[in-house]
């Protein structure tokens, strides 16, 4: 058992009778939701394919509704379904009697969310839908319910039993809802090659834009680039790594790199020579060094430079000429981590 483990386990037994209940209750809530998630898996079948490419089919939106509980599931799901190239907008089923109905199009997609698919709020909306030839997926907990006969495709995201011990607040099939919702979600952006540049377009203001569109070129140093030729001593080697963040590029006439010269080499150089001004470059040098390319993404070359160990990365052009440098801190300010 591990300290922490161990730690653990003695914080519990100094609990209270009355805190070590609560304790155990919460577990057996963890439990219940995540055996009914777990489940989900045996409900997937038809239904379920045929509304990924019904919606993959689709010139319009997916309209999502639901009321109470389901609602709000229905909001994420919508959400998330958006911010993952498939257009979608949740419909609140009231409203949608009240008007609302305009901004549904023939061409539109409509899933309707209701545990017992039973819901009276639902059913106006569920009929309209196929007055007007709107497909229907229905994400519901029971297969021969209103909506389930109505609907073109049934995702069943039924449950055994509410993690509520009264087995009457919505939780485990809440849970499962929003669960399949995300199995629905992703589903549809592997089938759209919706891959990481699209994912950042559409998440332009926070972090994780930043990090996904940030490029190497966008941080890289150009000007006054650390740069020896072949036939360079470290005297002078010495002098560019003092004043140039500790890494120098050596290169041939045309400017493709043949290696770099990092502050670390000259401490295991020093280690090793009390006299090595006059030592060529190319004795010292890193012959194979890790490089990239400007249109690198920011992130993968922080992920170079933390997996081996090196604070700075040459950027070369397609004929390895050598266009820019580009340093760890610098690629973390931008926010590429």
Wanted: proline share 3%.
């Amino acid at each position: 058992m591990s300290a922490t483990a161990a730690s653990r386990d003695e914080a519990v037994a100094s609990l209270s009778a009355l805190q070590a209940d609560t304790l155990a209750e919460a577990h057996r809530v963890i439990r219940t939701e995540a055996s009914a998630v777990t489940a989900l898996g045996r409900r997937l079948d038809a239904g379920f394919v045929g509304a990924v490419e019904a919606i993959l089919a689709s010139h319009g939106r997916v309209i999502v509704s639901g009321i109470g509980k389901s609602g709000i599931v229905g909001r994420k799901i919508a959400a998330t379904l958006t911010s993952t190239g498939t257009p979608a907008t949740f419909l609140h089923p009231v409203e949608a009697m009240h008007g609302d109905l305009g901004i549904v199009g023939p061409d539109d997609i409509g899933i309707l969310l209701s545990k017992s698919g039973e819901s009276d709020e639902l059913r106006g909306l569920a009929e309209y839908f196929s007055r007007t030839g709107v497909q229907v997926v229905a994400m519901t907990g029971r297969r021969d319910s209103m909506l389930g006969r109505q609907a073109a495709f049934l995702i069943d995201c039924g449950v055994d039993e509410e993690a509520c011990p009264h087995d009457l607040a919505p939780t485990s099939s809440t849970t499962a809802t929003m669960v399949m919702g995300d199995a629905l979600a992703l589903s549809l952006l592997r089938r759209r090659g919706f891959g990481p540049e699209e994912f950042a377009r559409f998440h332009p203001g926070g972090s994780l834009g930043r990090r996904l569109l940030l490029r190497v070129g966008d941080v890289m140093i150009t000007d006054d680039l650390p740069i020896l030729q072949p036939e360079a001593t470290m005297r002078e080697c010495v002098v560019l790594l003092a004043e140039k963040r500790g890494t120098v590029a050596v290169t041939d006439q045309s400017g493709r790199l043949s290696g770099v010269v990092t502050a670390g080499d000259l401490t295991r150089l020093m280690e090793h020579q009390e006299t090595f001004f006059d030592t060529s470059v190319t004795n010292v040098m890193t012959r194979e060094p890790k490089t990239t390319i400007a249109d690198e993404l920011g992130a993968a070359a922080v992920g170079t430079m933390e997996r081996f160990g090196i604070m700075a990365m040459p950027v070369l052009d397609d004929d390895r000429r050598l266009v820019g440098m580009v340093h760890l801190h610098d690629l973390m300010r931008a926010g590429a981590v």
